[in-house]
């Protein structure tokens, strides 16, 4: 007799079965949407029950030789290893500790992809947090999970203290990015290679708050959604050259002048870091750097850093420090001109981080502004309050009759086609 489990699952195979033949043209949208959100809700729920037998399946790489049970799943699933390890880590962690994650994929509420970042994040949370703190953040962020997917999840995952545990969220984090920044001081690298072919590979490792500068100057020359790299000399084959090429790119960064690079979106190549007075005196504080996004995995880790690193580069690199007011806002200009000045289009960048279309994280300095009320030649304000960044096709939308538009309660825009 099967076990209850294996029961289960040649169940739900029969099931699926059985719709094999279904074609989904003659389906109507609201079935084709109750389709799609009770799939994605079983995949959850198998995905958990996956993990469950995962956590417990070393018996399995100990009979059949295999380094571990992601080994033996990789090889069996005939998935990708580094999936598989992955899928392992948050196996023992939701077994262990993330109960909460567990229970929720269990109901369907949340995905694979979620769990993965609420189990990152929450690993992330530094040392000196309690056990009440972070059972705390790890509520907040299944609970935000019914509302945003695994990108605005690890955002949310990066403020996480300042909800659950405000009194101590500026110290934590300024103390956590204290010791990142002097860990990734330590083990900048950089590397180069010819590969005989007229190409030259660049490898490196430096600060998260380097690459995003590199990032941003890059960006001005090519298409940002296309990760391209330089050429350059034969490396020196000597223990501390990669070291020293590190801290030499770190050095030519702050060198380069972003007022002679080409414009883009309308403004000036500029990285903009943005802090609270308070925080830019204090010595345990935190600032964001605007251009999260431009370097993949942003979307677990983002730009911080401490205010000290911040004072500096504000005394030596080409960058601007937007320093903020209580009201967390930055300067306001009356109606002088129709296009958005490039102050103007800065603060819009620090205020709105993203296009403003719901569900769309285009970066802002790929964004165009818009009149969100009155066009200005219908009298409307060129000013911030009646500005908000939208990407080149949302802004294309926001033109078109044929679409209506519905503002949400954060701000953000929803579009629906007119019937």
């Known amino acids: 007799m099967s076990h209850p ?18 074609n989904p043209t003659f389906m109507s949208t609201a079935d ?6 009770e799939l994605g809700r079983a995949e959850a729920q198998l995905a958990e029950l996956r993990l469950r037998i995962l956590a417990d399946a070393g018996d399995l790489a100990h009979e059949t030789a295999a380094k571990d049970a992601a080994g033996w799943l990789a090889k069996a699933t005939r998935t990708r290893f580094s999936d598989a390890r992955a899928d392992l880590a948050l196996a023992a962690a939701l077994d262990r500790d993330r109960a909460l994650v567990a229970a929720a994929m269990r109901e369907g509420s949340v995905t694979l992809a979620q769990a993965h970042v609420i189990r990152r994040t929450v690993d992330a949370l530094p040392s000196s947090v309690d056990a009440d703190t972070v059972a705390a953040a790890e509520a907040h962020l299944v609970a935000q999970a019914a509302e ?4 605005e999840l690890g955002r949310i995952g990066r403020r996480v203290l300042e909800v659950v ?7 934590a984090e300024a103390a956590r990015l204290a010791e990142q920044e002097a860990n990734a001081a330590e083990r900048t690298r950089l590397t180069m290679r010819r590969l005989g072919d007229g190409t030259t590979r660049i490898s490196g ?10 990032a941003t100057y890059l960006e001005a020359f090519t298409n940002p959604r296309v990760a391209g790299v330089g050429t350059g000399g034969d490396a020196v084959v000597r223990p501390a050259y990669p070291k020293r090429m590190g801290d030499a790119l770190a050095q030519f960064l702050e060198a380069v002048d972003p007022a002679r690079l080409p414009l883009h979106g309308g403004d000036a190549t500029t990285v903009i870091v943005t802090i609270p007075l308070a925080s830019l005196q204090a010595k345990l504080a935190a600032a964001d750097v605007i251009g999260a996004g431009l370097v993949p995995g942003d979307d677990l880790t983002g730009d911080r850093l401490t205010a000290s690193q911040v004072r500096r580069l504000a005394c030596t690199a080409t960058i ?9 806002l930055p300067l306001d200009l009356g109606r002088g001109r129709r296009l958005f000045t490039p102050a103007q289009r800065k603060a819009l960048v620090i205020r709105d981080q993203t296009c403003r279309a719901e569900g769309c994280d285009v970066p802002a300095t790929w964004c165009e502004a818009h009149h969100r009320r009155d066009p200005w030649s219908e009298g409307g304000l060129t000013d911030l309050d009646d500005g908000e ?3 080149s096709h949302h802004h294309h939308r926001a033109h078109d009759a044929r679409f209506h538009l519905q503002r949400l309660a954060n701000g953000d825009v929803r579009f629906h086609r007119r019937r």
Request: with cysteine; charged share 20%; glycine share 8%.
């Open 5 to 22: 489990i294996v029961a289960a699952a040649s169940d739900v195979r029969a099931a699926l079965k059985g719709v094999a033949g279904v």
């Open 205 to 214: 490792r430096v600060p998260d708050a380097v690459a995003t500068r590199f």
């Open 389 to 391: 960044l939208l990407c």
């Open 32 to 37: 084709k949407a109750d389709a799609l959100t």
């Open 165 to 171: 545990a405000p009194e101590i969220a500026e110290a």
């Open 148 to 151: 945003f997917g695994p990108k």
């Open 320 to 328: 601007l420090p937007a320093v903020l007011g209580g009201d967390s």
